[in-house]
């Protein structure tokens, strides 16, 4: 994990569930903001799976006015992941390769974040592919449905904070 991630990483922890706002829900993509971190990011859960999982996976965009952080893609996935093992992320039919480790994964960089953004806006789909602790290969997929716009609220959201 890079030093970028860990802040995103510890709020989520740490910050109480009542403490978010709803900005409003866009297909299957909502978009919050909590004030108090402050922080502003859009959600998603994965779609469903009849498949062992360790985790709820979950994708989110995430703004954090204070780190001057816009637009960090993170992925919660269904799985432990195998340490060592690849993460790829399949869009729009481009290939992302991602980092991570335990059960969540990330863009390398901030170029990473932008060129996954970019391709989430007009993509249908994205599924994330790895292989899992005890060596079986798992997938995560989310419906883009709304995304575009969960993301621009979650940016407005946050817009006046710091």
């Not at 740490?14 to 859009?42: E, H, I, T």
């Not at 799985?79 to 729009?92: C, D, E, F, M, T």
């Not at 969540?104 to 899992?132: F, K, L, P, Y």
Request: aromatic share 8%; proline share 6%.
């Amino acid at each position: 994990m890079t030093l970028r991630r860990l802040p995103l990483l510890l709020a989520l922890i740490a910050a109480p569930v009542l403490a978010r706002d709803s900005l409003g829900m866009f297909g299957n993509w909502g978009a919050f903001r909590d004030p108090q971190v402050p922080r502003c990011y859009a959600l998603a859960k994965a779609a469903p799976s009849t498949l062992q999982r360790d985790f709820q996976p979950y994708a989110d965009v995430a703004f954090w006015p204070r780190q001057n952080v816009r637009g960090q893609v993170h992925f919660r996935l269904s799985r432990k992941v195998q340490p060592g093992a690849p993460i790829n992320l399949s869009i729009g039919g481009q290939r992302i390769a991602l980092v991570g480790g335990g059960g969540d994964a990330w863009a390398a960089d901030q170029r990473g974040d932008a060129a996954i953004v970019a391709a989430m806006r007009s993509a249908s789909e994205m599924t994330v592919s790895g292989r899992s602790a005890d060596g079986r290969g798992f997938s995560n997929t989310w419906d883009l449905k709304g995304a575009a716009t969960a993301i621009d609220a979650a940016m407005v959201g946050c817009a006046g904070l710091r």
